[in-house]
């Protein structure tokens, strides 16, 4: 396999990311949980075991992010990373723009019954869901960190996924306080900086065949984590779900 592709010529850069754009099929934005937390068919248990579960994803992103900068030796690029770290753990007091992103989906549990305690604590973390984002931590600390950074591209997806939230919860999920939405409101820049550093890391690291199809490869590792943590959570909190296991 490595040797025929070693023989291909590699994909024009403009082909290189309409391939990357088009593992959007794979995205767990078209989960069938994800589709119905859209339309406003879950429970309250249900969302808040999603926002429960989905909090451990996002604890360890500054891990992955830290593990991307340990293994890269580029001064220039480490500075463009660690933004990556402060934009989710937050910089100064967290008031405000401050906050980060782990701070803003504290504030989603709390605004949608979760207490922060539990949240904190991972009380209702799903077996499935922490052996995912786990995996993909590892990869990043073992993997090169060019191939790391490009597992990020799963970003490319992400606005559409923020903005549908923006859009639709405030009326299907009236019970959620507006304020608790603010983290979907601030990725959407910040998603977009990250795609267009990801895909310049992407473009200038795939200089052969064989490297953009591993390129492939990592993404749909990625999208996979993220599809396997909706898997987990699906069936953590199904419709009959007895009241006393309810988050």
């Not at 794979?26 to 949980?33: C, E, L, Q, S, V």
């Not at 200038?204 to 749909?220: G, H, M, S, V, Y």
Request: charged share 30%.
């Amino acid at each position: 396999m490595n040797d025929r592709l070693s023989l291909e010529t590699p994909w024009s850069a403009d082909e290189f990311e309409a391939r990357l754009r088009g593992r959007e099929s794979r995205y767990h934005i078209h989960h069938p949980f994800n589709l119905r937390l859209n339309r406003g068919e879950l429970a309250p248990f249900q969302v808040r075991g999603w926002v429960a579960n989905r909090f451990y994803y996002q604890s360890r992103i500054p891990q992955k992010d830290a593990a991307v900068l340990a293994n890269c030796g580029d001064r220039a690029e480490r500075r463009r990373w660690i933004e990556r770290i402060l934009d989710h753990d937050g910089r100064g007091d967290f008031r405000n723009g401050h906050a980060g992103g782990i701070e803003a989906w504290c504030q989603l549990a709390t605004a949608t019954g979760l207490a922060r305690r539990d949240l904190e604590a991972m009380r209702h973390v799903q077996p499935g869901v922490r052996f995912a984002v786990d995996a993909y931590v590892n990869f990043a600390r073992s993997a090169p960190w060019e191939e790391a950074a490009i597992s990020s591209l799963t970003e490319l997806f992400a606005p559409k996924i923020h903005a549908d939230r923006l859009a639709g919860w405030p009326s299907l999920y009236p019970w959620i306080a507006t304020e608790g939405l603010a983290y979907f409101r601030s990725r959407i820049p910040l998603a977009s900086r990250d795609v267009e550093h990801g895909l310049e890391i992407a473009r200038r690291w795939c200089t052969t065949r064989e490297r953009q199809e591993r390129a492939i490869a990592i993404l749909d590792f990625k999208l996979d984590i993220l599809w396997s943590m909706l898997d987990a959570i699906a069936l953590a909190y199904p419709d009959d779900l007895a009241k006393e296991a309810q988050p």
